[in-house]
Nanobody
Framework: QVQFVESGGGLVQPGGSLRLSCATSGNINDIIAVGWYRQAPGKQREWVAVISRGGSTNFADSVKGRFTISRDNYADAVYLQMNRLLPEDTAAYYC??????????WGQGTQVTVSS
């Protein structure tokens, strides 16, 4: 099973930007689609964005127009560019296959905190 390692989180003021990185243990071209997910304190993990092997993208309504997703097939990495961040974007962010496998293995995630 492919392993994922997330990085790039931090503390940012509302309206700011962050770029998250997702590194994979294998060949990213073997993964049909990679998604970003997030989990806020006390809430269930939710899907945020997805990028297919061919580069097609889709976003949750809550982040559409503010977040973009890209992938580097040579670096085996996927990126999430987050702009115009809101306090409600505060969460731990994870990447994984999309759709999720039956028993997904999660990395440690990267914490994003949006606060003034």
């Amino acid at each position: 099973q492919v392993q994922f390692v997330e990085s790039g989180g931090g503390l940012v003021q509302p309206g700011g930007s962050l770029r998250l990185s997702c590194a994979t243990s294998g060949n990213i071209n073997d993964i049909i689609a990679v998604g970003w997910y997030r989990q806020a304190p006390g809430k269930q993990r939710e899907w945020v964005a997805v990028i297919s092997r061919g580069g097609s993208t889709n976003f949750a309504d809550s982040v559409k127009g503010r977040f973009t997703i890209s992938r580097d097939n040579y670096a085996d990495a996927v990126y999430l560019q987050m702009n115009r961040l809101l306090p409600e974007d505060t969460a731990a962010y994870y990447c994984n296959e999309y759709p999720l496998p039956a028993l997904p293995s999660w990395g440690q995630g990267t914490q994003v905190t949006v606060s003034s």
